[in-house]
């Protein structure tokens, strides 16, 4: 089993890929949890389990739209 380390191009979170060999050809797709990219594709006799180390919110824009509430919802009146 071996280890590498990748970051998310677009929110920055890291993570560590694990990986191990099988006997037949597997294929798939790992997504980052924050923020749904994709963070590595494979296709082989390998597969890729992801576990998630710094979890980074740099997608984040600041006019995102529950950022431009103009309402308190929680207070009275």
């Keep these: 089993m071996s280890k590498m380390q990748i970051e998310c ?3 920055g979170s890291q993570y560590i890929l694990t990986s191990q060999r ?3 050809i597997d294929k798939g797709t790992i997504y980052c949890y924050v923020c749904n990219n994709t963070l590595f ?3 082989g006799c390998v597969s890729y389990y992801p576990y998630l180390l710094t979890k980074k919110q740099n997608h984040l824009q ?3 739209p529950f950022n431009d509430l ?7 009146g």
Excluded: H, M, R
């Excluded at 103009?70 to 009275?76: H, K």
């Design 70 to 76: 103009g309402t308190d919802f929680l207070s009275e």
């Design 62 to 64: 600041p006019n995102f």
């Design 41 to 43: 594709a494979y296709n």
């Design 22 to 24: 099988i006997e037949k």
């Design 9 to 11: 191009p677009v929110c």
